[in-house]
């Protein structure tokens, strides 16, 4: 497995960390308040970013060769982490809604 995370480069990782964002936002939706909505969905976004990223390092890996590119690999995965799991939160809410319709 730590072959497996050592061998993503900076857009594969990002189309990983992408993928468990997105998978990890579905249960954001359920949250009543809708600016915690986003605030669960983007703070998700950066803890997949960073566990994911350091993980070798938890494998057991040495940390002096992650700790100097952590500050560009990082915030790359965050971004598209965000975009995806805010995309998902954004989906579901409109699904909700439009299941729902207000009555008059």
């Given at each position: 497995m730590?072959?497996?995370i050592n061998s993503l480069g900076i857009g594969s990782g990002a189309l990983v960390v992408m993928f468990l964002?997105?998978?990890m936002a579905f249960p954001v939706y359920r949250v009543n308040a809708r600016p915690?909505?986003?605030i669960a969905a983007v703070a998700i976004a950066f803890f997949v970013a960073f566990v994911f990223y350091w993980l070798p390092v938890f494998l057991?890996?040495?940390a002096s060769?992650?700790?100097?590119w952590s500050f560009i690999v990082v915030p790359?995965?965050?971004?598209?982490?965000?975009f995806s799991a805010a995309a998902v939160t954004r989906i579901l809410e409109?699904?909700?809604?439009?299941?729902?319709p207000k009555h008059s």
């Open positions: 730590l072959n497996l964002s997105a998978l915690l909505r986003y057991g890996a040495d060769e992650f700790s100097g790359v995965w965050f971004v598209a982490g965000a409109g699904r909700s809604v439009s299941q729902h």
